[in-house]
Each structure stands twice: as C-alpha cells, then as structure tokens.
C-alpha cells in the first residue's frame, strides 16, 4: 500500500510517498481503508520536529474509511462499518490499524470527508468553549485564526452558545469566511492592532476568553485583551511556541487563568469521546455546524498541502485522499 513516511525531520520535502507493508492487526484493532485522511496542523509541527516523535514514521492523525476487517477481540465495529477517528499515529495512507476504543461511527447524512473534517478539529473546537471555558450566553470570545480549520468550527459553536466573537485573520477574503461563519466582529491582525480594536470593540472591558492558537506572535497581547478573571487559552503555536511568560503577571492584570490544552487529555475516555464527536456529527447532519472543505489533495501532493497550510493560503479543512 502506498503511505507518506518521514525519516528525518524537516520542511515539506522531507515526506515520501511510498510502498510499505500493510499495517499488522492486533486483537484489539480493526483495519480501516482510508477514504479521506485529515491535514491537521499539528502534522506540520511532528514532521518539523517542533513535536518530537520517534521516527520513522507515517505521518497524519485522523481519518474516516470503511472497517476491512477486525481483530478476535473487537466487539462494536465489523467489516463495512463507516468509521472516523482520531489521535492515533499512520493517517496518510491507504489503511490503517486502529485500536477499537479510537473509532467512531460516521452516521449516515455525514459524508467520509466530512467525518474526517470534524474529528481532530471539530473536538477541539468542541472541548475548548464546553469545558475547558464554558461559553455562556453573552460571553466575549476572541478567536485567533478565525477561517482556519479550527477556527471556523470554533465560532459557529461559541456562537451557538451565546457567545459574542471576535475573530482575527490575515486577509479580507478570510475575513468574509470569518463573518459567514457568524463571527460578530473581524480584525485583520496582520494591518490592526488587535489589542487596541478589541478593547474599542469592548468598550474597554476586555473579552471573558482568548482562544489562542498562533502562539509566539499574538500571546502577549492576547493576555491583554482579558478582562478580570479571564480565561487565557492557549492551545497552538501556528507562530511558533511561546518559549517565557511570568505567570506573577497574571495576578495584577485581573487574577487571569491561563491553560495550555490538549485535544488527547480532552478524548482520553471513551465517554469524553462519544459526547464530543456525537455532538459534532449530529450538529453537521442537522445543518448546525458547516464545514468548509474546499482544499482537497490525492495523498501524493501531501508536499503542497503542507506548504499551503504552512503559507496561510488555506481556509477550513484539509483533505488527502488515498
Ligand atoms: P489552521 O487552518 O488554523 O491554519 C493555521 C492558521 O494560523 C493559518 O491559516 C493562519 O491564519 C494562522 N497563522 C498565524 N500566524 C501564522 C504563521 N506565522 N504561520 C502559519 N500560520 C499562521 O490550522 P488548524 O485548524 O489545523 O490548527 C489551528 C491551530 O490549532 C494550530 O496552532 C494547531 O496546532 C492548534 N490545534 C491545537 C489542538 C489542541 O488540542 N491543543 C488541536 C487542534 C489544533 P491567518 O492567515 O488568518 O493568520
């Protein structure tokens, strides 16, 4: 079957598509044939080396396929089964080994792209406004990376809570996928100065929660931004890492909280699992939640959907098909 290795770490190039063994299936696992695989931008980060993982190693995430076949152990999925799943390593391939506990089934009115569009960022986008801060009616959110992937799912849910958004892009026509989404107010970051048009959107109070995804280059404003007793969330690093914060600043600057969340802690059990990605799919399958799925790539242009993704050309989701 044909994956996409990386021996060493580095840029796009050092990915290859290539001839590998088929997956071996252990008891607990089925074989998934992968019919659309998620771009995700953590992949960037373990193929760089930003993440280290041991290596070699087929990269990718997440993806959505047909069940082939089921180890002597597995008791809820059989050959047939529509799946998606998540955080297991070995998504950009034409199968896959995943253990049980990992899968979940797509329900009919959700197509493969789509199941694979709404694992890895549709629960994210899921834990970061239902628990990690709740959203509440008339909460003042500031998103960062507004018509990314998670972003764009991120809005429509604060938005379905309550939620007042504020969402930052680079460009106009970002901006107008930001507004579609429902995002209340939009500021290019890249010509504003977000601090000052957030507090002027605000007049003066600042947002109850800042969803922070592109790290080294909004952190320190982004904290500013906060009103008292504001929830600092920091969960990527599209910029880079934040590398030195004080955190005694948090206190004179309205007794902040600060988190650095992950999806994996936020999916560890199988219960956290099913109540974010039902939540997910039935909100797709009534028309709640739309996902913007309009980069498509075979598996053999992985190159240019990294550089795509790493050159902020993207908006929504990123696909490869097998
Ligand atoms: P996106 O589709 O959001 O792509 C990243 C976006 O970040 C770009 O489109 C760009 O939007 C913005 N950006 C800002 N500065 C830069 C920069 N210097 N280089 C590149 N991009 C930049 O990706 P995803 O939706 O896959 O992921 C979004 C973020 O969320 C990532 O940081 C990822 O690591 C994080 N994440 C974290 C998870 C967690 O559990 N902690 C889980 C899932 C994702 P613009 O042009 O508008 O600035």
Known sequence: MKAVRVTEYGGPEVMSYEDVDMPSLGGSDALVKVEASGINYIDTYQRSGLYQIPLPTTLGLEAAGTVEEVGSAVTNFKAGDRVAYTSVPGAYAEYATVPEDKLVAIPDGVSFNEGAA????????????????????????????????????????????????????????????????????????????????????????GVNVVYDSVGKATFEKSVDCLSKLGYMVLYGNASGPVTEFNPATLGPKGSLFLTRPTLFDYTASRESLEWRSSDVFNWIADGNLNLRIEHLYPLVDVQQAHIDLEGRATTGKLILTP
């Open 118 to 205: 709404a694992m890895l960022q549709g629960c994210t986008a899921h834990y970061l406004c239902k628990s990690t801060y709740l959203v509440k009616e008339g909460d003042r959110c500031l998103i960062h990376a507004a018509a990314g992937g998670v972003g764009l799912l991120l809005i429509q849910m604060v938005k379905n809570a309550g939620g007042f958004v504020i969402g930052t892009v680079s460009t106009e026509e970002k901006a107008v996928l930001a507004k579609e989404a429902g995002a209340d107010e939009v500021i290019l970051y890249s010509e504003q100065d977000f601090e000052s048009e957030v507090k002027r959107i605000t007049d003066g109070a």
